[in-house]
């Protein structure tokens, strides 16, 4: 099992940047791929990024490609989000989720999840 924490969330203008982490524990992290997702009020979650256990292969939805950009860092057991260009659509709380080596896309796919952080962008 793997306990994850998110954090960096924030209240920022639109056109700035923001920095998530979501920090791990439990099991070997390097074992897991993590993806982060978000939810505003009213709608459906939906998928932002994932990337794969070691780093070579990373996905993003249409919406973040070119301006959000995710990384790992596994010797501290993190994985991060660089949100760059924020838009007020961006607003939202995010969460990370952890499985097994591979990335995935869909929420159920994924059994291990932290309690978000909430991004919001002011136009």
């Known amino acids: 099992q793997v306990r994850l924490i998110e954090s960096g969330g924030g209240l920022v203008q639109a056109g700035a940047s923001l920095r998530l982490s979501c920090t791990a524990s439990?099991?070997?992290?390097?074992?897991?791929?993590i993806a982060w997702f978000r939810q505003a009020p009213g709608k459906e979650r939906e998928f932002v990024a994932a990337i794969n256990w070691h780093a070579g292969e990373t996905s993003y939805a249409d919406s973040v490609k070119g301006r959000f950009i995710i990384s790992r860092d596994n010797t501290k057991n993190s994985v991060y989000l660089q949100m760059n260009s924020l838009k007020a659509e961006d607003t939202a709380t995010y969460s990370c989720?952890?499985?097994?080596?591979?990335?995935?896309?869909?929420?159920?796919?994924?059994?291990?999840w932290g309690q978000g952080t909430q991004v919001t962008v002011s136009s």
């Open positions: 989720a952890a499985r097994l080596f591979q990335i995935a896309t869909r929420p159920h796919d994924f059994g291990y």
């Open positions: 439990g099991d070997p992290f390097e074992n897991y791929a």
